[in-house]
Nanobody, 121 residues
Framework: QVQLVESGGGLVQAGGSLRLSCAASGSIVSINVMGWYRQAPGKQRELVASITRGGTINYADSVKGRFTISRDNAKNTVYLQMNSLKPEDTAVYYC???????????????WGQGTQVTVSS
C-alpha cells in the first residue's frame, strides 16, 4: 500500500505564494499518477494538477499560468508551487496517488490527509 504525507498549507494574502509537498512511501514503485485536488466549502472536489510517472502534466484551467506541479528525482515526492494566489483558491488541498496492480490490470487511489490553504483578500 501507499502512504501520503502532505505539508505546506497556510494563510496568505492575495497575490502571495505557497508551496505544497506530498511525500509518498510504501509501494511507491506502483504509483502511476500523482496529483493535487482541492475542495472548497460547498463545492465538489476538483482536480488542480496531475503528473504521470512519465512526466505528463495536466492543470485545471483556473490555475494555468499560476500553479506548477513537479516531482523530485526519486519520483516519491510531488510539489505544487502556487503563485499569484486568489481568494477563490481557498480550499482544502488533497494529494492523490494512483497505483497500478499489475497482476489484475487494475488501479487504486490513495489520498493524503488534506492541508488547508486560505487566501485572504
Amino acid at each position: 500500500q501507499v502512504q501520503l504525507v502532505e505539508s505546506g498549507g497556510g494563510l496568505v494574502q492575495a497575490g502571495g505564494s505557497l508551496r505544497l509537498s506530498c511525500a509518498a512511501s510504501g509501494s511507491i514503485v506502483s504509483i502511476n499518477v500523482m496529483g493535487w485536488y482541492r475542495q472548497a466549502p460547498g463545492k465538489q472536489r476538483e482536480l488542480v494538477a496531475s503528473i504521470t510517472r512519465g512526466g505528463t502534466i495536466n492543470y485545471a484551467d483556473s490555475v494555468k499560468g499560476r500553479f506548477t506541479i513537479s516531482r523530485d528525482n526519486a519520483k516519491n515526492t510531488v510539489y505544487l508551487q502556487m503563485n499569484s494566489l486568489k481568494p477563490e483558491d481557498t480550499a482544502v488541498y488533497y494529494c492523490n496517488a494512483q497505483s497500478i496492480v499489475v497482476v489484475t490490470y487494475s488501479s487504486y487511489n490513495t489520498w493524503g490527509q488534506g492541508t488547508q490553504v486560505t487566501v485572504s483578500s
